[in-house]
């Protein structure tokens, strides 16, 4: 059968002939959503009043594979269907997904889940051949091989091995459990029988997946993960019907800025928006309305990009967002000087935007145009402009090298030679250009006047940073009042 997407399985649910379901249905993707296929999945199958004897679910981070095939091809106790679940598998596990999985650990642990974060971490000892012995008896931890950026934090790893050790967590054996399993749905079940398997990890190329594929259903749950313009805008498809499944649920609805607010906090996070949005359901009481004063009082943030959403808060002229920003790069011990030099950066974008829209190559650029128009006729003349004021720093270093050199002399480790100036342009990716057109409309809500102003103050808060007279956390705050401010109330001061 071919592959369902996520937002395609409630009409193929609908139109499908109940008797002649799936026997073996795999549902991969993101947490929250097969947690919900999989309960329309089980409800079809069996309703919720008859699961007392013929429904049994496997924990399927558990060596229990053998089990559960055992159990499917059991007839049932009663008379009728029959399902089997493997939940949470790792049957697709691969030592290509360490790292994948080592950033599931990170996360987990980050959001306090730290039962979830072990159960990854075992998962990941057992794609690496370690032992829980083995890691707790290394001083150095150097044989976790667990990836390049492997986490230093002693205390994440020391909490991680005792709550192994608390709740007795096993690294899993050695074993071709994804055989046995494709073995088995190879064979079939007895028809009164169905398997259901969800995973966050899978490997098409696998044969266990066209195993399935050919004798069952698969569900993609997955919600790509990237910030171009095509995956945020399934991000906020998904956020968008999750929470206004449970606004409407609840009677209540949310601003527009309130709810943008509660995104922009938690990033593409379903169980922490929806975990969210239930605490300002409670704090709301009967009022119908959340508002953006009901967000800023009962969430806190806990996206993993601050420093990105402060630079996108800068460049909106979003005083709200950006003050916030910076109380939680602080919270998080971020150097006051890392986060003026993030502002300084975005700043330094907004003022190469300006010196193309006034020159020769920029006359095509207006506020209002269009992405794809963007794409075919404005971003051509940018790469043009850069490149012409990339060639140009290459002649002036060339010119500087040759008036410092000394005549008949061998050029030396220090002599110095032509380099690209990278930090100076706006196209990075040509593949990817949905940010840079971002950024000329950012450019578009300041005056040349007004950039060159906040580039002077940048550079006083710079000096008042590296004197220790200063609080950090004003002079940053103070900084970004005078840059955020708009026109009409800079006039005031």
């Not at 899978?202 to 069952?216: E, M, N, S």
């Not at 919600?223 to 206004?244: S, T, Y």
């Not at 040349?448 to 004197?467: H, N, P, Q, Y």
């Amino acid at each position: 059968m071919p592959v369902i997407e996520y937002k395609e399985f409630k009409t193929y649910l609908q139109g499908a002939d109940r008797d002649v379901l799936a026997p073996v249905v795999l549902v991969y993707g993101e947490e929250l959503l097969c947690k919900s296929v999989f309960d329309l999945l089980l409800e079809a199958l069996i309703p919720g009043s008859d699961r007392s004897f013929n429904y049994e679910p496997f924990d399927g981070r558990d060596e229990n594979i053998s089990d559960a095939v055992e159990r499917v091809n059991t007839y049932p106790f009663l008379a009728g269907r029959k399902v089997v679940a493997l939940c949470d598998s790792r049957v697709f596990y691969s030592r290509q997904d360490k790292e994948s999985l080592l950033e599931r650990v990170k996360e987990a642990y980050g959001d306090n889940q730290t039962e979830k974060a072990a159960k990854y971490f075992v998962s990941l000892l057992g794609l690496l051949g370690l032992s829980l012995d083995e890691v707790l008896a290394a001083q150095d931890h150097q044989d976790l091989k667990l990836s390049p950026d492997r986490p230093e934090n002693e205390k994440m790893l020391e909490k991680l091995l005792n709550t192994c050790s608390d709740k007795q967590l096993k690294v899993p054996a050695d074993q071709d459990d994804a055989a046995l399993l494709q073995r088995a749905i190879e064979k079939g079940f007895p028809k009164t029988n169905h398997l259901i398997i969800t995973t966050d990890i899978i490997d098409k190329r696998r044969r266990l997946f066209k195993a399935i594929q050919d004798a069952g259903l698969v569900i993609d749950c997955s919600v790509p993960q990237g910030d171009r313009r095509a995956d945020k805008a399934a991000q906020d498809e998904v956020l968008h019907e999750k929470m206004q499944a449970v606004l409407e649920k609840n009677n209540v609805k949310i601003e527009k800025n309130a709810y943008q607010l509660m995104v922009d906090m938690a990033g593409f996070d379903l169980r922490t928006l929806l975990s969210g949005l239930d605490k300002l359901i409670d704090y709301a009481g009967d009022r119908k309305t959340i508002t953006l004063k009901d967000v800023t009082s009962v969430l806190k943030r806990t996206k993993k990009e601050p420093i990105y959403e402060l630079s996108n808060a800068i460049a909106g002229r979003n005083l709200e967002a950006a003050l916030f920003s910076v109380e939680s790069l602080l919270s998080e011990n971020m150097y006051p000087l890392q986060i003026l030099s993030a502002m300084i950066n975005q700043i330094r974008k907004l003022l190469l935007v300006k010196d193309f829209t006034r020159g020769e190559h920029g006359r095509k650029w207006r506020a209002d145009v269009s992405f794809a128009r963007f794409k075919s006729h404005v971003l051509p003349d940018l790469m043009a402009h850069e490149k012409s004021f990339l060639d140009r720093i290459a002649l002036w270093e060339t010119s500087f090298s040759s008036l410092d050199s000394t005549p008949g002399a061998a050029a030396g480790p220090k002599s110095r030679q032509p380099r690209t100036v990278t930090d100076l342009t706006l196209v990075k990716n040509p593949n990817n250009p949905y940010p840079v057109y971002q950024v000329l409309k950012n450019a578009e809500n300041f005056t040349e006047e007004e950039l060159f102003d906040a580039t002077a103050r940048l550079s006083r808060a710079d000096v008042m940073l590296k004197s220790t007279s200063h609080h950090p956390k004003r002079v940053l705050e103070d900084v970004i009042f005078a840059i955020c401010r708009q026109p009409d109330q800079a006039a005031k001061h």
